[in-house]
């Protein structure tokens, strides 16, 4: 039986890139499982409020984070696979904290992000598997990493099936 792999998306909430690598994932046939946190930023905010009216915003943060984490830590230690995407337009501090703590897991991350913010992101990327700079990479090294066969058949590159 093939192994279901469980990719966790991690990161900013405001372009497409999730939406891609599943699609592409999808058309590549890749044995393979998306997660990711609540992606609608209102309804993150909005996480805790069930627990009762916080008194300052603070509290009301605090609430909707530790439920919000009860997600995110469930699936990123369930993950096979992390992608970690940094926008340019945002600083994603949650996306630095899922990133830390794959690292401190040891669970395998790739990150995804362009070459403008390479510096800030330094320790990020050194303890990652793989910089990307768009979502057709991650596909292509999540194909390598699955043992899936491109269209010419090959697994690796010069291999074959």
């Keep these: 039986m093939q192994k279901i ?22 058309s590549a046939g890749l044995p393979m499982t998306f997660h ?7 309804a993150s905010d909005a996480a805790g409020d069930v627990l009762g009216q916080a008194e300052a915003g603070f509290w009301r943060d605090h609430q909707s984070s530790k439920v919000n984490c009860i997600r995110t ?3 990123i230690q369930g993950c096979d696979v992390a992608v970690i995407r940094f926008g340019s337009q945002y600083k994603q501090w949650n996306a630095a904290f899922d990133a830390g ?9 790739i990150t ?5 913010i390479i510096h800030p992101l330094k320790e990020v990327d050194a303890s990652a598997m793989g910089w990307a700079q768009t979502p057709e990479q991650v596909v292509e090294v999540l194909r390598y990493v699955t043992g899936t066969p491109d269209a010419a058949g090959c697994v690796a590159a010069g291999t074959s099936t």
């Design 73 to 75: 830590r469930t699936q």
């Design 36 to 42: 990711s946190p609540v992606t609608n930023h209102e």
């Design 101 to 109: 703590f794959c690292a401190a897991l040891g669970k395998p991350y």
């Design 112 to 116: 995804l992000h362009d070459a403008d």
């Design 5 to 26: 792999w469980s990719i966790y998306l991690s990161g900013e909430i405001h372009t497409d890139w999730r939406e891609r690598i599943m699609q592409a994932a999808q």
